[in-house]
């Protein structure tokens, strides 16, 4: 069976300064699911310095079909660029760089090159493609708002 690739890019406009976004997501306790609808993580082990830090990321996608991706930081550059490995459901690497856009706002983009690895997926591809890539937009969106949020309530807090 042929698996089908995908390349997935997404970028988050998020209203808070670029070092805070950084603590944020790379949080050695990995608290995305803090602010990242209908997402679990589970086997997470930071590592000194970022690179060979790994998780399990669940997903509950908006068309209803779990996906299972275990992500191993292959590169890091402290609040510019995270490179990781993508295994699981979904098989290859995700590029994130962030920017920032003015004092309290970021830019980040995150570009995936990935293959689906599920057998029903690839075999559903020629005619679900379409669907699992907004699938993937409506996803990224999720976290791209719920990271705003998070970040603007902790800022509102006293928090910055």
Do not use: K
Request: glycine share 8%.
């Amino acid at each position: 069976m042929r698996r089908r690739g995908y390349v997935l890019t997404s970028v988050w406009r998020v209203g808070a300064p670029l070092a805070r976004c950084w603590d944020v997501l790379a949080d050695p306790a990995l608290t995305w699911p803090d602010w990242w609808p209908h997402l679990r993580t589970r086997d997470v082990a930071p590592a000194d310095g970022l690179v060979g830090s790994s998780a399990t990321l669940l997903f509950r996608t908006p068309l209803g079909y779990p996906l299972r991706v275990a992500l191993v930081v292959t590169a890091a550059e402290s609040q510019r660029r995270v490179l990781v490995r993508a295994t699981g459901d979904l098989d290859g690497t995700g590029d994130v760089r962030l920017t920032a856009a003015a004092a309290d706002r970021t830019r980040i983009d995150v570009h995936w090159d990935v293959r689906t690895t599920p057998r029903w997926m690839n075999v559903t591809a020629p005619l679900l493609g379409r669907a699992f890539v907004a699938s993937h937009a409506r996803v990224m969106r999720a976290g791209e708002r719920g990271l705003d949020r998070h970040l603007r309530a902790a800022s509102g807090a006293g928090l910055t």
